[in-house]
């Protein structure tokens, strides 16, 4: 191989296409694409293989915070790489990890201050799952080891992740079926009956939480995992008041509430965590991974309340280690990065600035509801989801709905901005530090990029144009 300066986009994208087996793989045409190379960024924007510069509508994968190409950052992560750029953190600490835990415990919300480090949001889930069995085999309770989860639900991609995955399409062609977990259904309120109030949707939602609870026995039951927001699913805002109410419920029954923030928290929604500023609840852990170094580096966590510590602890240990972990548990260089992506969020009063323009992004984003493609509209913060369907053109076609998506984002491209398309969706979440006037940008780009999409579909099908 040629070294990085004469490694062109052509041996970049043939070795791609040759040599990297990549995340989602559509398998199909695996190892015939070339694809988009990213070959530099700059605050919101990335630029592609002909110099086009492109929004980052999804902020990487909803994990750009702070915006590319800071230079502080980089001598942050320079720094400690020099310093000191690895210690193992089974039996050693370090002074960059140490004072991010603490940091974390003080931004966590009601008694969450134990911190347990790992590389990415799947490996903090794991974590969480196996410290629910953990923490009830130390207290003597072996049977209570049934996990809930809800449909449209994205845990992450490891075994036990994707046991407490709702999405099919991430399930399919694996085997992934566990007696210990089971499902609730959607908590989409666009796919509830015409007939049904939203209060009655929550109502019935949170009743299905508590049937299942009692209809497993809550002596068996360990664990309620949910995002506050579920991301991946397609951005799938519930009813008002439906996850502190879950909470309760769990509460009540001696369920752990597992929160998943890996998405929403550190300023997604414009607070450090959503769980208790923007929904009320105080969970007994919380998972979070990329925001926490703004995607500059690879890290999760998983925080822990001092009340789960406790209960397993010094003399109600029972002799007990928690035989879990990895090398690159708390590694002092992501723990460098994610100190300073902190640092940057609180100096820069980026918090504020998410509270003051999310409104904003989301009510531009409403306006696409006019166009005819367009089935629904949503989102919270600085994250935000539309959905398209051909069957609103009157000529419902699944076949068209499926790359729905990767249609607009290829007229998104042209125009100058970066969409995920996830199915019949265009999933955003573009770094928090957008302006008003880059957000009038991006979703002009996207409205043109949609009504382009419609037209290309309606010329396809022969039928009128709206
Ligand atoms: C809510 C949620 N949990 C967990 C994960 C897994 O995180 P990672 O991809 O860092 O393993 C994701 C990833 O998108 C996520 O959205």
Request: with cysteine; hydrophobic share 40%.
């Amino acid at each position: 191989m040629n070294d990085r300066q004469t490694y062109n986009i052509t041996e970049t994208q043939r070795d791609d296409r040759d040599n990297w087996f990549h995340p989602w793989e559509g398998m199909a045409n695996a190892g015939t694409a070339l694809r988009t190379v990213i070959t530099k960024a700059e605050g919101i924007y990335v630029f592609d293989e002909q110099n086009r510069r492109l929004i980052d509508g999804p902020g990487g994968m909803w994990c750009m915070q702070i915006g590319y190409g800071r230079k502080d950052m980089a001598q942050t992560i320079y720094d400690q790489v020099i310093e000191m750029p690895y210690m193992n953190p089974f039996s050693l600490t370090s002074s960059p990890t140490a004072q991010l835990a603490g940091k974390l415990a003080e931004l966590a919300p009601g008694d969450l201050n134990h911190v347990f480090f790992t590389t990415c949001g799947s490996t903090a889930v794991d974590t969480a799952l196996r410290l629910v069995h953990f923490y009830n085999n130390v207290k003597g309770r072996p049977n209570k080891k049934h996990i809930i989860s809800r449909d449209d639900a994205y845990h992450g991609s490891t075994y036990l992740c994707a046991l407490v995955t709702g999405k099919d399409r991430d399930k399919n062609w694996f085997d992934v079926a566990s007696p210990l977990v089971h499902f609730l259904s959607s908590v989409n309120p666009s796919k509830r009956p015409k007939e049904q109030s939203l209060a009655a949707f929550c109502d019935a939602k949170v009743n299905e939480l508590e049937q299942k609870i009692l209809q497993l026995g809550a002596d068996n039951v360990g664990a309620f995992i949910a995002e506050p927001i579920q991301a991946s699913g397609g951005v799938i805002v519930p009813p008002d008041g439906y996850y502190k109410r879950c909470w309760e419920i769990c509460r009540k029954h001696d369920v752990l509430f597992i929160a998943d923030e890996v998405v929403t928290a550190f300023g997604r929604l414009g607070h450090f965590f959503a769980s208790k500023d923007v929904f009320g609840v105080e969970p007994d852990m919380i998972t979070c991974a990329k925001g926490l170094t703004s995607g500059y580096l690879p890290m999760g966590a998983l925080l822990v309340s001092d009340r789960i510590f406790k209960e397993i602890s010094g003399p109600n240990a029972r002799g007990s280690s928690f035989g879990h972990g990895y090398t690159y548990s708390g590694h002092p260089v992501c723990s460098a990065a994610a100190l300073k992506s902190i640092a940057i969020i609180e100096q820069e009063k980026i918090l504020d600035h998410v509270r003051e323009i999310g409104p904003y992004f989301q009510k531009r984003l409403q306006e696409l509801r006019d166009i005819a493609l367009v089935a629904d509209v949503r989102g919270m913060g600085l994250v935000g989801c539309v959905e398209c369907t051909v069957g609103a053109l009157g000529e419902a076609s699944l076949e068209f709905d499926t790359d729905l998506g990767a249609r607009i984002d290829a007229h998104c491209h042209e125009l100058g901005l970066m969409v995920r398309p996830i199915v019949n969706k265009c999933v955003f979440s573009p770094p928090l530090i957008i302006t008003r006037e880059q957000i009038d940008t991006m979703v002009d780009i996207l409205k043109e990029s949609i009504i382009r999409t419609m037209h290309d579909i309606q010329h396809e099908l022969g039928i009128e144009l709206v």
